[in-house]
């Protein structure tokens, strides 16, 4: 501790001590990056200490599955896969269809410790894939908000999204989704971005090019990247902050990064085909125009400069005309105006309810509630517009990209609940900002008036020294030894910060502008209410990490008075079928639990999440939404032998088959139109009480759900509904059931083979059916019974 | 052939020993040898039919102790497979050498314990949920044997008191759960008698198709096992429906066939058990432990109907000292072969031992025959992997769950291999940070950027110099003023004017030392960015300079005139404002060049 002491006693060793003092705040911020990334990662652990090792929810079954995969067989199987477990019997390629980034980052996390001879499973990997790249995504937060503004609004926005409950909840241990490395690679993105801007150097243009090209391979969110970069290069250039700068941080993006995106088998053609890439095109134009005006501008007189803008504002703009003509006809030729469903349910967010039901039915697609804002960001909700109004104190490329960036993910997650993820980074940045420009406003102004009033009243001879000790230490991150002499005030300063300043990125500079400084009390009072505010922040995103966001959904626990249950019932049921059936059989179920089934009971299903193939999906809700008789047909075409369906009636579980009913309704419907929406509400409500429609109490769904449910309690009470069952005593007449896990929370039941039926009846039934089930033959054979 | 001339004084007790044993027959035979001829016989055949030499997984022959002793440990008697000449081929048979040959009218008495697996059918081969589960065994009422026998009697213990139905032959009497055929007596030799009997069985028919048990021993004081089961309900197939409202409604009458859980007797002080499959944990075990034994009752994921199948892991920790032990310089592990479980029967069980890295000289001793071989494992940080012995064996039934060994040389050297491994890793890869942090690994010494940076870290450390004198320059501001707050109040002009000249020395000094230093600058062309704005803080600086000169000097004058406090503040007042300002104009551009 040599070197603090001879700051403040001798004057020629400053610059040493201004080199130490660097080198200190560098270590400092190095190592509460390191802590940050260790809270990044360890506040994710909450769901392997309370439940278990084990991938989450729907998607990400789908993922290890195919990390397994990669695994086993290599890339180059992995790009040809095959997979004929799923959408049987269409199947579905994989390598082409499936964004690889994230399962050739956890594949090569595992190659990599395989080969160091350290045997850890996949599944280990692909579990904490998501808390290291969490880490990851705080370290390049960090990054991008020190080129915006400095390294304290840095390490702050780094801390907040280390802990932001938006992004925990997709990316606890477990949750092996894409978006757990998309949202590191697209804060890396955007800082390589904002890097090449205020640097102008090609080298970090091309590592831009390929962070967005591992962006492409991870997430259909890149196209986020490539419309909003676009968007700020053109703020730029209105804005008449054209500089060559910025054309090296745009141009080479659009075309490395097109070309690199179109590597990526599942965008393809697609990265210079659709819509959602057209404004990068027409920016990287209208940047070349500017860039060429720009230099005609140099090399001519003024005058002659003159005459030639009138040219070629006269032929540029016919010859805009023209492709712009062009551009609307090319797209309005296509049915969707080359958007793709989702991307048009952004732009309009009642599309999807209107026309793809399969999009709106999806929870985390529909609009979020004022609610869920307040649990994703909590505080920083708050923060945001401080935030902005410090971007544009004063306004730069690096702050106006900010702005831009919060503006539109907030449209954005207002449209969708699941784009609240891509609001997050923005919201911790913005919030970094205002968070450490207050510090330093209300440091710099306490200082001011310890040291101001100091002067005045101290007459001292430690005095002398104090400006000069101060103006070093000030900046000074490190725990200096405050034995040393004479430095009084600043001590006092020093303390202050050092109480205030929990969030460490308080670097608190010599800010004595008059103008700025705020009376000593309320400054203090200010402190205090912010570090409140941050606590207050760090309670909920601890309460959000640990009791939200941690269940893993594939097993359920309720505390009651005599301790905790757990409730295991879908690996129950889908070892059940993992051991029990024939490894070719078909399960028929929802589409929610499709890629659950082929991942843990390794059996080919009908329909799973990846939702691409609308009429497959609406086959399966037509026979879920059919009597017996007919559902039985459409099952037994497609060959399958299991129904599996999710019931909560009995334990009060209520994301169930039930009511998730009307959606089976409204996809099928949609296809195919004998099934009618009013045939199952009564008088506009959905309901399965006494009150129900005929057609509802008779539908196969109704039906598997509520076999034998009322020997249960003599009533039928379901719980999830608060109701008691319309019809009680019914018997199956095509299906058996074939297993009921322990809380019957999923019911399999098998096809009874064709040969049990009577014959009085198929004729009987026959005439009906086919004159309900007429629409869906249109599509060809598909539904002929071989038995008829 | 000689052997026919012994006679035999036999008692056959054949226990269906199901009460302990689901899918098993335990056949004990108790019988006393007599030789009647008149050589010297130190062999004895058994004989058993070829259906349950198939299923046989065990037989044992021991010495009979008469009641009522203390039970020594009994040595068995070595029994061998033997093909004897002139025998019916449909038969196997195993000869047991007696301990001394029987001269002509001795006698010798011993049992022998022979377990059958999968020897009791189901009828009807497929039962609904409600059915109870029927069970037929077959056997002989006579002894089979290349022996005449002279008294002989047979009695079938079942578990359950229902028969369904059984061969009536002369002389059976049945009590309970137990029907006695016999005493016969002087039946000829290969005399045979078929019987059947039918009768109710709802044990676990709990089959082990196959296990894998891992045993891995860390020489840091943990031996591992790991056993992968796959299990199936052996007895009949389930048909129909299953319906979890009867099986929890009533689980013993619908469902009676099935079985839920299984009870593990691990080693005493067992630690870390899990329990879990493919899919992840199976939350529904419990496991209580005292200083004798730990039994773990794990409850598969769902009942386990007949045909049903489920696949599993458990793996437990056990302390190294209660299983390793050393002899003349060699390390063994004396560990048990078969599974924890009670009451399964596995057929086919494979034992891998995982000795640490580094072991040599392996050698395996086990009281029956093993199929073995060895292979090497690369686990956690392992160079050229550990040597593995792998044992095999199919048919396992409880009997053959006995100790073990494993012989093997390892040097406790080894031990350190993969921490000092880890040391020289980490250190290297510090060294090589550093290498990298101090080397200049630029490729092109000549290319413009390169001596662009060069040159900014020139201009960077004069910056930083011009910084140091311009803030030297300040407190030598302070100083002064500090020495006119001294004349305010001890009124010393004298102690000022001293402190005047030495700052005026000073600041000559330090306006000397920034020339050369501006100077450079000028000429420095990646400077040019900064310059303006060091050359202003320059410019302010001297100024500031000034003014508190001037200040000074006037404040020194009042004093000399004697002028009142308050009109010397008078005069300085608006000198001192400007003073401020200016003061702050410096501070800022510090701090904006500071920045750069």
């Known amino acids: 501790m040599a070197a603090p002491e001879t700051s403040t006693a001798a004057v020629p060793t400053l610059y040493t001590n201004n080199t130490l003092r660097n080198a200190f705040g560098g270590v400092l911020s190095f190592f509460i990056l390191l802590l940050i990334g260790v809270m990044a990662f360890s506040i994710r652990l909450f769901s392997v200490i309370k439940y278990e090792s084990v991938i989450h929810e729907f998607d990400p079954y789908f993922n290890y599955r195919v990390t397994q995969f990669l695994a086993k067989n290599g890339i180059y199987e992995f790009w040809n896969w095959f997979d004929d477990r799923t959408w049987y019997p269409l199947g579905r390629v994989i390598g082409g269809t499936v964004y690889p980034g994230l399962t050739l980052t956890a594949g090569t996390i595992w190659w990599l410790l395989n080969s160091l001879n350290i045997p850890l499973s996949v599944e280990t990997v692909c579990v904490f894939t998501a808390p290291i790249f969490s880490a990851f995504a705080s370290w390049a937060t960090y990054l991008l908000t020190k080129e915006v503004k400095g390294t304290g609004a840095g390490l702050t926005a780094a801390a907040l999204l280390a802990m932001v409950p938006s992004y925990i909840s997709r990316s606890v241990a477990g949750s092996y989704d894409n978006e757990a490395v998309a949202i590191f690679a697209l804060i890396f993105t955007f800082y390589l971005y904002i890097k090449t801007l205020n640097t102008g150097s090609l080298f970090y243009a091309t590592l831009n090019s390929i962070s967005y090209f591992y962006m492409v391979c991870s997430w259909g969110g890149y196209t986020f990247i490539i419309n909003l970069i676009p968007m700020h290069v053109l703020l730029c250039i209105v804005t008449g902050r054209f500089s060559s700068r910025l054309y090296i941080a745009y141009a080479p993006l659009v075309v490395l990064g097109t070309l690199l995106a179109a590597l990526v088998p599942v965008v393809g053609f697609n990265a210079v085909m659709t819509?959602?890439?057209?404004?990068?095109?027409?920016?990287?134009?209208?940047?070349?125009?500017?860039?060429?005006?720009?230099?005609?501008?140099?090399?001519?007189?003024?005058?002659?400069?003159?005459?030639?803008?009138?040219?070629?504002?006269?032929?540029?703009?016919?010859?805009?005309?023209?492709?712009?003509?062009?551009?609307?006809?090319?797209?309005?030729?296509?049915?969707?105006?080359?958007?793709?469903?989702?991307?048009?349910?952004?732009?309009?967010?009642?599309?999807?309810?209107?026309?793809?039901?399969?999009?709106?039915?999806?929870?985390?697609?529909?609009?979020?509630?004022?609610?869920?804002?307040?649990?994703?960001?909590?505080?920083?909700?708050?923060?945001?517009?401080?935030?902005?109004?410090?971007?544009?104190?004063?306004?730069?490329?690096?702050?106006?990209?900010?702005?831009?960036?919060?503006?539109?993910?907030?449209?954005?997650?207002?449209?969708?609940?699941?784009?609240?993820?891509?609001?997050?980074?923005?919201?911790?940045?913005?919030?970094?900002?205002?968070?450490?420009q207050a510090f330093d406003v209300f440091t710099g102004s306490i200082k001011f008036q310890l040291s101001g009033a100091s002067s005045n009243t101290e007459v001292d001879a430690a005095e002398t020294s104090s400006s000069t000790a101060e103006s070093q230490t000030d900046a000074v991150k490190t725990e200096k030894p405050e034995e040393t002499a004479k430095n009084r005030p600043s001590r006092k300063s020093k303390k202050k910060e050092r109480e205030h300043g929990e969030k460490p990125s308080t670097k608190a500079k010599a800010e004595k502008k008059r103008l700025l400084a705020l009376p000593l009390e309320s400054s203090v009072i200010s402190l205090l209410l912010l570090v409140l505010l941050g606590a207050f922040y760090v309670v909920h995103c601890v309460w959000a990490a640990a009791e939200a966001y941690s269940a893993p959904s594939i097993v359920l626990t309720s505390r009651s008075h005599d301790g905790l249950h757990v409730f295991d019932d879908f690996r129950e049921a889908y070892a059940w079928l993992r051991h029990n059936t024939d490894v070719d059989d078909k399960v028929a179920s929802w589409w929610d639990y499709g890629y659950q089934t082929t991942a843990m009971a390794n059996r080919t299903v009908i329909v799973d999440n990846n939702t691409w193939n609308n009429t497959h999906i609406a086959t399966v809700g037509t026979a879920m939404s059919s009597p017996e008789r007919a559902a039985w047909e459409i099952f037994h075409s497609l060959d399958v032998k299991y129904v599996l369906v999710v019931f909560g009636g009995l334990v009060g579980y209520p994301s169930d088959d039930i009511n998730k009913f009307l959606w089976m309704v409204r996809i099928g419907g949609g296809v195919f139109p004998h099934i009618k929406e009013p045939d199952y509400l009564r008088d506009g409500q959905y309901r399965i009480d006494s009150q129900a429609t005929p057609t509802m109490l008779n539908c196969l769904m109704y039906k598997l759900s509520y076999y034998r449910f009322v020997e249960t309690d003599g009533k039928g009470f379901d719980r999830v509904r608060q109701t008691e069952i319309g019809k009680k005593y019914f018997k199956l007449t095509h299906f058996e059931e074939a297993f009921t896990t322990h809380h019957w929370m999923v019911r399999i039941y098998k096809l009874k083979p064709p040969k049990n039926r009577i014959r009085g009846k198929t004729k009987k039934s026959k005439s009906k059916t086919s004159s309900t089930t007429s629409s869906p033959k249109r599509g060809g054979t598909k539904k002929k019974n071989p038995w008829q | 052939m000689k052997s026919f001339r012994f006679c035999f004084l036999m008692l056959t007790i054949a226990i269906l020993a199901s009460p302990a044993l689901s899918d098993l027959v335990l056949s004990k035979v108790d019988r006393r040898v007599e030789n009647a001829g008149p050589e010297k016989e130190s062999l004895v055949l058994l004989a058993f039919p070829e259906q349950q030499a198939k299923n046989m997984a065990y037989l044992m022959a021991t010495p009979h102790e008469g009641k009522g002793k203390v039970k020594n440990p009994v040595v068995a008697l070595p029994v061998e497979a033997a093909n004897p000449k002139d025998m019916p081929a449909a038969l196997t048979f195993y000869s047991v050498s007696l301990p001394k040959g029987l001269a002509e009218g001795d006698s010798f008495t011993f049992d022998v314990l022979a377990v059958f697996t999968h020897a009791l059918r189901p009828i009807p081969e497929q039962i609904t949920q409600a059915d109870i589960q029927l069970v037929l065994y077959q056997d002989s009422a006579h002894y089979l044997s290349p022996y005449a026998v002279k008294v002989q009697s047979l009695s079938v213990k079942l578990p359950d008191s229902r028969i369904e139905s059984y061969t009536k032959l002369e002389n059976t009497k049945i009590h309970g759960s137990e029907i006695k055929y016999g005493p016969y007596e002087n039946l000829p030799s290969f005399s045979y008698s078929p019987i059947a009997v039918h009768f109710e069985s709802n044990l676990p028919f709990a089959v082990a198709q196959e296990l894998v048990r891992e045993i891995e021993i860390s020489h840091w004081g943990n031996v591992q096992v790991t056993e992968h089961y796959k299990l199936i309900h052996g007895g009949a197939q389930s048909k129909g429906e299953f319906s979890r409202l009867d099986f929890l409604a009533r689980p013993n009458v619908r469902g009676a066939s099935a079985f839920r859980y299984l009870v593990a007797n691990l080693p005493p002080r067992a630690h870390s058990v899990y329990y879990r499959d493919e899919i992840g944990n199976i939350s529904t075990s419990h496991l209580r432990g005292d200083s004798k034994k730990t039994e773990l009752l794990i409850e598969p994921r769902y009942p386990m109907f007949g045909g049903w199948r489920t696949a599993f892991t458990i793996g437990y920790g056990l302390p190294l000292q209660d299983f390793l032990y050393e002899s003349d310089g060699k390390r063994f592990l004396n560990i048990t072969f078969s599974s924890p479980m009670v009451e399964l029967v596995i057929d086919a069980l494979i034992v891998k031992v995982v000795l640490p890295e580094g072991s040599s000289d392996i050698s395996v001793a086990a009281s029956f025959p093993v199929e073995q071989w060895q292979e090497t494992k690369i686990s956690h940080l392992d160079i050229d992997g550990r040597p593995v012995v792998v044992l095999k064996k199919t048919n396992v039934v409880p009997q053959h769950n006995q100790f073990f060994q494993v012989y093997y040389h390892f040097s406790q050297l080894s031990m350190l291999r993969e921490p000092l491994m880890l040391i020289s890793g980490f250190f290297f890869f510090f060294v090589a940070c550093i290498v990298y942090m101090h080397a200049d690994i630029s490729i092109s010494k000549s290319s413009a950027s390169y001596l662009a940076k060069q040159q900014w870290e020139e201009v960077q450390a004069v910056i930083q110099q011009v910084q140091n004198i311009i803030s030297r320059c300040l407190t030598t501001h302070d100083n002064l003023e500090a020495s006119l707050r001294d004349l305010s109040r001890t009124g010393n002009i004298q102690a000022c004017k001293a402190a005047r000249k030495a700052a005026d020395g000073l600041l000559k000094e330090l306006s000397k030392e920034l020339k050369p230093l501006l100077t450079f600058l000028q000429s420095s062309p990646s400077a040019a960015q900064v310059l303006p704005k060091v050359e202003e803080l320059v410019a302010k600086e001297r100024e500031l300079q000034e003014k508190v000169m001037v200040k000074h000097s006037t404040v020194v004058d009042g004093y000399e005139k004697k002028l009142g406090a308050r009109d010397i503040e008078n005069r300085v007042a608006l000198q001192q404002q400007k003073l401020t300002a200016l003061r702050q104009e410096v501070d800022d551009l510090l701090e904006f060049i500071d920045e750069i």
């Open chain 1, 275 to 436: 819509s959602e890439h057209f404004a990068s095109f027409l920016v990287f134009i209208i940047i070349h125009v500017v860039a060429f005006v720009y230099y005609i501008k140099g090399i001519l007189s003024p005058k002659m400069f003159k005459v030639a803008v009138t040219l070629v504002v006269s032929v540029g703009l016919a010859v805009c005309c023209a492709v712009i003509a062009v551009l609307i006809a090319l797209v309005a030729s296509s049915p969707t105006k080359g958007w793709s469903g989702r991307s048009l349910s952004l732009l309009d967010p009642t599309y999807a309810s209107k026309y793809i039901p399969i999009i709106a039915s999806v929870s985390e697609h529909q609009p979020p509630t004022w609610p869920s804002y307040f649990m994703d960001i909590n505080v920083l909700a708050f923060l945001v517009p401080a935030g902005i109004i410090a971007c544009f104190l004063p306004l730069s490329d690096a702050s106006s990209f900010v702005v831009l960036y919060i503006a539109t993910s907030v449209y954005f997650s207002g449209v969708m609940v699941r784009l609240m993820l891509v609001l997050a980074p923005a919201a911790c940045i913005t919030s970094g900002i205002a968070l450490s």
